[in-house]
């Protein structure tokens, strides 16, 4: 196979993979209620734990941690093009973020992208990727904001990528992560300031 279709490949499989909108078909499958109509809007797991409560929160930010890991390992042992650079996993990582920000099957609407985003560190590297969950989970807890502990963990992702020496490919990629993510709590950040963010518990 060329390069060339590998890597669209990698960008099809990736963006669709992150397109399924796993908050959406849980909340819809087991209360009929449309998730972007609730809270934030987001599907994601902080706006599905409005819903259906605490463990679904957890559910549903591990299935799509796991869908953001899935095309990078896909990507990685499946695909021969720029492997000794890390070109094709980083092109997976993007394009599945990408997938659940703006899902194709919810006329490109979705999540923040914090879970899969943290799913697709660590693939690329399981060291930085589960030092950036702690720093979430850290954050969270002691602040009770979701949307800070988010913010700071994947704003710090670039600097613990590049600490752990990983290829400059995931220490860019680490870095885009960080400020897509960032944008898209744009909202979350004005709130902050305001002091009138919702808190997880």
């Known amino acids: 196979m060329s390069s060339i279709l590998q890597i669209l490949l990698t960008i099809f499989c990736a963006y669709i993979i992150g397109s399924i909108p796993t908050g ?95 799913g697709t560190l660590l693939a690329l590297n399981w060291q930085a990727g589960i030092i950036i969950a702690v720093v979430w989970a850290i954050i969270t807890w002691f602040s009770r904001y979701v949307s800070l502990g988010s913010i700071i963990a994947l704003a710090l992702a670039p600097v613990i990528m590049w600490v752990l020496k990983s290829p400059l490919a995931y220490v860019i990629y680490a870095f885009i992560a960080a400020v897509y993510v960032i944008y898209l709590h744009r909202e979350n950040i004005k709130r902050l300031l305001a002091g009138n963010e919702n808190k997880v518990r």
């Open 24 to 118: 959406y078909i849980i909340v819809k499958l087991f209360t009929g209620q449309d998730i972007r109509t609730v809270g934030s809007g987001s599907t994601g797991a902080t706006n599905v734990k409005r819903v259906m409560g605490k463990k679904w929160f957890f559910i549903v930010m591990l299935l799509d941690a796991l869908k953001g890991a899935l095309p990078v390992v896909l990507a990685y042992f499946f695909a021969d093009a720029y492997r000794e650079i890390g070109l094709l996993p980083v092109i997976a990582a993007v394009f599945v973020i990408v997938g659940h920000s703006k899902s194709v099957f919810l006329k490109f609407t979705g999540g923040k992208s914090v879970a899969s985003g943290v």
